[in-house]
C-alpha cells in the first residue's frame, strides 16, 4: 500500500544529543509536512516543504532544522534536545488539501 | 491567524445514543473545514471534508458560516466510534500555500 512511512516509533535521546527522525512517503506527493504533538495538545505546524521549497513556521525554534533530499524521503533534526521536545512528531503528506499521515515518532529525552 | 477549538476533552455516550463533537474556528477568509479521527493503535486519518458534504461512517459534518462552527454529529452512536477527533481547518497562508491547523482534539467514549 502506497503510504507515508515513519522511523523508528520511539526514538529516546539524550538531553543535548542530536537525534534526526525520518519520514518517507510512496505517494509521490510534492508537501510533506512535519508536526509535533505533545500530550493533550492539538499537533502543531513545525514546516512543510513543497516539493524543495522549504517554509519554517515563525514559532518553530531554531532547534529544530528539516531536511528533504528528493521527494520521497523527509528528515527532522533536533540539534540539541531538551526535555520539552519530548512529543510525538508526526509526518504528513498532502494532496488536494487532504493530509496523510504517518504513524508518528515518540520521543524521548532523558 | 486562523484557530480551531474543540471545547470537550472528552466525550462519553452510550451506545445508539446520538453523538455531536463541537468545533469552531476562527479564520478571516474562506476556510476549508476537516474532521480527522485516530483510532487506537493507528494513525490519524481523514474522516471527511465539509465540500464533500458527504457522510462517512455515519457521520456528517455542516459548515455553519454565521457560527463559525463545523459541528460532526452522528444519529446512533456504535462501540467502533470510539476515537480521538481533531477537527481541522485548512487556511492559505502567505505564498499561496494552505497551512492545516488542529484543534485539541476531542476523545469520544462510545459505553456499551
Known amino acids: 500500500d502506497a503510504m507515508v512511512i515513519q522511523n523508528p516509533r520511539y526514538q529516546v535521546t539524550q538531553f543535548g544529543k542530536p537525534v534526526t527522525l525520518s519520514c518517507s512517503q510512496t505517494?509521490?506527493?510534492?508537501?510533506m509536512y512535519w508536526y509535533q504533538q505533545k500530550s493533550s495538545q492539538a499537533p502543531k505546524l513545525l514546516f512543510h516543504?513543497?516539493?524543495?521549497?522549504?517554509?519554517n513556521e515563525a514559532d518553530t525554534p531554531d532547534n529544530f532544522q528539516s531536511r528533504r533530499p528528493n521527494t520521497s524521503f523527509c528528515f527532522l533534526d533536533i540539534r540539541s534536545p531538551g526535555l520539552g521536545d519530548a512529543a510525538m512528531y508526526l509526518c504528513?503528506?498532502?494532496?488536494?488539501?487532504?493530509?496523510?499521515f504517518g504513524s508518528g515518532t515518540q520521543l524521548s529525552v532523558l | 491567524a486562523q484557530r480551531v477549538t474543540q471545547p470537550e476533552k472528552l466525550l462519553s455516550v452510550f451506545k445508539g445514543a446520538p453523538v455531536e463533537l463541537k468545533c469552531n474556528y476562527s479564520?478571516?477568509?474562506?476556510?476549508?473545514l476537516f474532521w480527522y479521527v485516530q483510532y487506537s493503535r493507528q494513525r490519524l486519518q481523514l474522516l471527511l471534508r465539509?465540500?464533500s458534504r458527504e457522510s462517512i461512517k455515519g457521520f456528517t459534518a455542516d459548515l455553519n458560516k454565521g457560527e463559525t462552527s463545523f459541528h460532526l454529529k452522528k444519529p446512533f452512536a456504535q462501540e467502533e466510534d470510539s476515537a480521538m477527533y481533531y477537527c481541522?481547518?485548512?487556511?492559505?497562508?502567505?505564498?499561496?500555500?494552505?497551512?492545516?491547523?488542529f484543534g485539541i482534539g476531542t476523545k469520544l467514549q462510545v459505553i456499551p
Open positions: 504528513a503528506t498532502s494532496r488536494v488539501k487532504k493530509l496523510f
Open positions: 505517494l509521490n506527493h510534492n508537501v
Open positions: 516543504y513543497y516539493d524543495k521549497d522549504f517554509n
Open positions: 479564520y478571516s477568509g474562506s476556510p476549508e
Open positions: 465539509h465540500i
Open positions: 481541522a481547518l485548512s487556511g492559505q497562508r502567505a505564498g499561496g500555500y494552505q497551512k492545516v491547523t
